[in-house]
Structure formats: structure tokens, C-alpha cells
């Protein structure tokens, strides 16, 4: 199941229980709505065909492009061997990923282990 949380103003983080578990436009010109709306098409669009990797980082880019506020995303995956980050848009969420895997904390963990973020 997938989550999602923002980590201010310059980042945003989307966050997977497992990878078996888990837009070029901007929300203020989307006459269609929000980002639910954005996100339902995107998955209209996603391709079985295709790798989950490339599905991932299509996700991480439509957040970075429809949600306000939001310069680069990352796709952070709880698996048995721990977590590890599935995409990113941009080095510097990968390695704000990277730190909180290190310290064990942080808004990307917590959307992971919480029901409701």
C-alpha cells in the first residue's frame, strides 16, 4: 500500500510497503482537479508491460509536477532485506532517503509503519 507525505517546501516523499504493494502538467493549470485526479489517470496509464521501476519513477515525477511546493520526490520500499529507495527525481531526496534509512527515523519510515500519515 502506498503513502504518501511531504517533507516541506522544497521535497516530497512517497513511500510503498512493498514492491508488490505499490504527469507533466501542473495542479494550478489541471482544470480536472487535484492530485487524486492526476494520480488516477497516471495509474489509468501504467503498463503491466513495463518494469515496476519505470511505473515508480513516473509516480515520483507526476507528485513532483502536481503537488504545490513539491522540486523532487522519492519512492522509498520496506522489503524483508530493509529499505531501500525504487526512484527518485532528483540525488537530493535519495540521499535525504538514505539518512533516514540510516537513522532509522524520519516522515518517509514513518508513512511506512503508520496507518494514517
Do not use: W
Request: charged share 20%.
Amino acid at each position: 500500500m502506498r503513502r504518501q507525505t511531504t517533507t516541506g517546501p522544497t521535497g516530497c516523499n512517497i513511500c510503498s510497503r512493498s514492491r508488490s504493494t505499490i504527469g507533466t502538467h501542473n495542479q494550478a493549470n489541471d482544470a480536472r482537479g487535484g492530485p487524486g485526479d492526476v494520480f488516477a489517470d497516471l495509474a489509468e496509464q501504467l503498463s503491466p508491460a513495463k518494469s515496476v521501476d519505470d511505473d515508480l519513477l513516473r509516480i515520483a515525477e507526476a507528485a513532483v509536477s502536481t503537488i504545490a511546493g513539491c522540486r523532487m520526490a522519492g519512492i522509498t520500499l520496506s522489503e524483508r532485506s530493509g529499505y531501500g529507495t525504487a526512484a527518485s527525481t532528483d540525488m537530493a531526496a535519495a540521499a535525504v532517503d538514505q539518512a533516514q534509512y540510516q537513522a532509522q527515523e524520519g516522515p518517509c519510515l514513518d508513512a511506512v509503519h503508520e496507518p494514517m500519515v
